[in-house]
């Protein structure tokens, strides 16, 4: 309990340091990149405090000067914090949209160009992305996004939102499947305590989107779903033996 309030001490101050840096480099640097920089050093601080980090395997799947769309499953507060520290690509969250009205925190994440979907209208929400997908074009940064929408209260995975795959289809870039394992025993989303450990992130090959259509989204985000789930399940295999 004692790890878990300094942590939370921790979190605050150095989100409101962060955030405060990132709106001012936001006012000078269009490109985002520097707040890129200050989430790298924001996943660092909080991740080195938990006592969490990752064994990271399939980096060399990754051309760096490629931009994708980064899929993770959603168990923990870690999550977003592994994505940005481990992945050596400049990245900008898709978020839900009220995030972004949180003093500080929200305004950063606007100046610094990520993203705000309005999930509770579904035609907003494709409106919204039909934009992303034209800002993203424009951009050199990839997307990361976590499309079970919210975190698991189990651990198992969730259905997957088609969100992220119609942007994938839209812009042609490929999807990256980032499995996360682990994550979820050392902090889950209602437990006022964390546990330090070692999470396992799989990035998995990317997978080619520039042919397929619209009317194939679905095929997709099941093909991607299956791949987390076969992960998963041979990572809980592994595990067991």
Known sequence: MLRYAYLMIVVVIVTIVCAILAMAAGLFDRTGNVGGWIARFW???????????????????????????????????????????????????????????????????????????????????????????????RQRSSVCIFPEGTRSLDGNLKTFKKGGFILAIQTGKPIVPVVLSGAFELKPKYRHSIKPGVVEMTILPPIATRELTYAERDVLLNRVHDQFQEQLESGQERAGK
């Open 43 to 137: 996943s660092m601080v909080i991740l080195k405090t938990a006592g969490v980090r990752a064994n990271v395997h399939g980096l060399e799947h990754l051309d760096l000067q490629e931009q994708y769309i980064f899929v993770g499953n959603h168990t923990s507060a870690f999550d977003i914090p592994l994505m940005f520290f481990y992945i050596p690509s400049q990245l900008r969250m898709i978020a839900k949209r009220e995030l972004m009205y949180i003093p500080l925190f929200g305004w950063a994440m606007w100046m610094v160009k990520h993203y705000f979907i309005d999930r509770k209208n579904h035609r907003k929400a494709l409106d919204a992305m039909a934009q992303v997908a034209e800002q993203f074009k």
